[in-house]
């Protein structure tokens, strides 16, 4: 499912995020106010220790904010459980992590096949067609059968995001999917993200990465918990 390029997805309002610490209190994200609408292609960037990762976190539900509202998809964070948010992370968000997370023992069919199974979507035999089918858009299906172990870090990333697409959500959000990448499949990673925007999916990602961010609709800048640039 996704929505018309224009609508509001993801919405933050003066969202900020502090750990208590022995030595004090430690603001991670300083009163962020954002809006990402459906369609974009946003690039995070900024210097180690300046929130991003936080800032993907809190998105997701992941993480709380201290103080603040976040709003996803419709869906206020604040007020649902744990559980309640874990089933619709899992139908509405597409999580890609920089180390790919893939199950070990999982095959990578297996691991696309996880997440329909967690949402009880479709019966067995669906599931693994849909994933043959998501495995076959990533370039990978002949590695299907294949344990995370048996491949290559660019085809981790790509059976990841091939996992993230599996129940169909609106909104993929991706922290440093290139950096553990060499060029090349950083650049078959891109061009998947590209392609999913084309078809009116919202792509939000974390980079350290400069030659990417000509890539993407948008740019937010931050610094020390703060946005201190956002450009088009």
């Excluded at 499912?1 to 750990?19: D, N, Q, R």
């Excluded at 936080?54 to 976040?70: A, C, K, Q, W, Y």
């Excluded at 599996?166 to 993200?193: H, S, Y």
Aim: net charge neutral.
């Amino acid at each position: 499912m996704t929505h018309s390029p224009g609508t509001i997805l993801v919405e933050l309002k003066e969202v900020s995020k502090i750990y208590p610490t022995d030595a004090g209190e430690i603001p991670v994200l300083q009163n962020i106010t954002l809006a990402i609408c459906a369609g974009e292609f946003v690039g995070i960037l900024g210097p180690s220790g300046s929130g991003k990762s936080t800032l993907l976190n809190v998105m997701t539900g992941i993480d709380h904010p201290s103080r603040g509202e976040v709003v996803v998809d419709g869906v206020v964070i604040r007020d649902h459980s744990e559980d309640q948010l874990a089933r619709w992370r899992g139908r509405r968000i597409g999580v890609v992590f920089q180390f790919f997370q893939l199950l070990p023992t999982l095959t990578l069919l297996e691991n696309v096949m996880l997440p329909m199974e967690f949402c009880k979507i479709g019966k067995s035999a669906e599931r693994r067609r849909k994933a043959h089918s998501l495995l076959a858009e990533v370039g990978i299906e002949h590695l299907a059968n294949k344990l995370p172990g048996m491949v290559s870090g660019g085809e981790q990333q790509r059976a990841a995001i091939a996992r993230a697409l599996a129940t169909d959500p609106p909104l993929i959000v991706a922290d440093e999917p290139t950096g553990n990448l060499d060029t090349a499949n950083a650049e078959v990673v891109i061009r998947l993200f590209e392609r999913l925007v084309q078809r009116d999916k919202t792509v939000i990602m974390v980079t350290h990465n400069p030659d990417l961010c000509g890539r993407m609709s948008r740019l937010i800048h931050m610094r020390d918990g703060q946005i201190v640039e956002m450009n088009a």
